[in-house]
């Protein structure tokens, strides 16, 4: 990977001698970057700073594990030997959920990190937390070109036309689909089914020997995809965007029509439901037991790679109804925040990292060694994406789907303070659908009903 431009070595220098100068005395720091001495003319103390021998440390928090983690420290110890003004230490803190704990527990106190990654549905409440400095500023600051990343990533994380945080690893849903069943079924192994209606009818025509068409894992994610895919809010209020959002509209037709087409499959035994664990539905796929099912563009390497010598693996876009409005995915996935209970030193020495995340030839590695999307449209340029996409062709769908995504407040996706758990919530109102303890609508209806107390109740404790 290239260095940093000598430029950013010399804002993050900047930085550190403003916090060194101000305990010498009052500084002022200019919008151009220069400090001014409130002391007299005549004091030495701009003389007796020195320059500093320890470089800014910066602590990340991050919740990659296994081989992602592996990519992670590759990415800090690339930045860390290409200058020598900050230093990062990448430490895991275990699942999105467990890291974001961590970090409420920490916000009185100095013992949390100068950066962290947070799950996209935790955006809402770092806003709210008031615990962070807008990335938005560092941006203005520096004149950063945000024009050279991409706009369908970017949306999300913006709220009221500010960018809160930088978006680190990106993923959509896309179908997955077992070629060789195709063709054995007498269907067309490159044309996969794109609509609610197709892939009904296709997982029909793949259901025999005792094996399923299809299997979508009971998760929440997917649901919140199937809105943005018809062009529908998940939330009022724009999506919560526009204002706070105040009531959930997951019983609306979109969310109906999805789940009464779900639970007819699985009615009619063309579609199994395996619960709510993705991982169970890439196991049975990767063991011919279905054809069919949905996974996030992050699992394409390996599934692919699960699949080698067993079948062909084909991937197609996110399936809708065939009347749905002009819509898309929405990116998933997590973001950076800068932390504002740190020195300012350290709040750019964050930032300085977060450029470097961004180089495309960081994001082209990033995607190579973890199927994430690169954030950087250059990286597309670069010769290891090329050899990869020759590699895993499949991964052009998600390329092709993120890029068509039509930008509105549904794409941009929901925001909330009670994300988290109006996710489980939905999970358990399709598995009552599946199961057949309630109706779908009255799954949604009370699903709805839940998630808009739980909104109310959050925002009474937002000042």
């Not at 001698?17 to 005395?25: D, E």
């Not at 999805?258 to 619960?275: F, R």
């Not at 898309?328 to 350290?346: C, M, P």
């Not at 009370?446 to 739980?454: F, G, L, M, R, V």
């Amino acid at each position: 990977m290239k260095s940093l431009k000598t430029r950013s070595s010399i804002l993050a220098m900047t930085a550190i001698m403003v916090l060194l100068t101000s305990a010498c005395g009052k500084a002022e720091t200019t919008t151009s970057g220069t400090t001014t001495e409130s002391k007299p003319a005549t004091s030495t103390a701009a003389a007796d700073v020195k320059k500093p021998t320890e470089p800014v440390k910066v602590i990340w928090w991050h919740s990659m594990s296994g081989e992602l983690g592996k990519a992670v420290d590759k990415l800090v110890a690339d930045f860390n030997g290409s200058q020598k003004n900050v230093q990062v230490e990448a430490v895991f803190q275990g699942t999105y959920d467990e890291s974001i704990n961590k970090m409420k527990a920490s916000m009185d106190t100095k013992s949390g990190p100068s950066l962290i990654q947070v799950y996209e549905i935790g955006s809402r409440f770092m806003i709210d937390s008031k615990a962070i400095t807008p990335v938005q500023k560092f941006v203005d600051a520096d004149k950063f070109d945000l024009s050279q990343l991409e706009e369908n990533i970017l949306n999300y994380y913006k709220v009221d036309g500010k960018l809160n945080s930088m978006p680190f690893n990106t993923s959509n849903p896309i179908l997955y689909y077992n070629k060789d069943m195709f063709k054995a079924a007498g269907l067309d192994p490159e044309k996969p089914p794109t609509t609610y209606e197709e892939i009904a009818n296709t997982s029909k025509a793949l259901s025999k020997d005792g094996k399923s068409g299809s299997s979508f894992a009971i998760y929440g994610w997917f649901m919140e995809q199937f809105f943005a895919n018809q062009g529908v809010e998940f939330l009022n209020n724009g999506n919560g965007r526009t204002a706070a959002a105040t009531e959930a509209l997951v019983n609306n037709d979109a969310g109906v029509k999805t789940l009464t087409w779900w639970k007819e499959m699985v009615d009619s035994k063309t579609s199994a439901n395996l619960g709510r664990k993705t991982d169970d539905t890439k196991k049975a796929f990767l063991a011919g037991q279905i054809a069919m099912t949905l996974d996030s563009t992050a699992s394409l390497r390996g599934i692919v790679s699960g699949a080698e010598g067993k079948f062909q693996v084909g991937t197609g876009p996110l399936p809708k109804p065939s009347d749905a409005k002009e819509g898309g995915v929405v990116v998933g996935g997590a973001s950076l925040y800068i932390l504002n209970n740190k020195s300012e030193a350290e709040q750019q020495g964050a930032w300085e990292f977060i450029k470097f995340l961004t180089n495309p030839q960081t994001q082209a590695w990033w995607n190579v060694n973890t199927g994430y999307f690169p954030i950087t449209k250059k990286a597309y340029d670069e010769q290891i994406i090329k050899d990869n996409l020759t590699k895993y062709p499949q991964f052009q769908t998600a390329i092709d789907q993120l890029h068509k995504t039509k930008a509105n407040t549904a794409t941009q996706g929901a925001v909330m303070g009670v994300f988290p758990e109006a996710r489980q919530i939905v999970e358990t109102a399709i598995e009552e659908a599946l199961t057949g303890k309630k109706a779908p609508k009255e799954a949604l209806d009370n699903a709805a009903k839940s998630i808009t107390e739980k909104i109310g109740a959050y925002n009474k404790t937002v000042k």
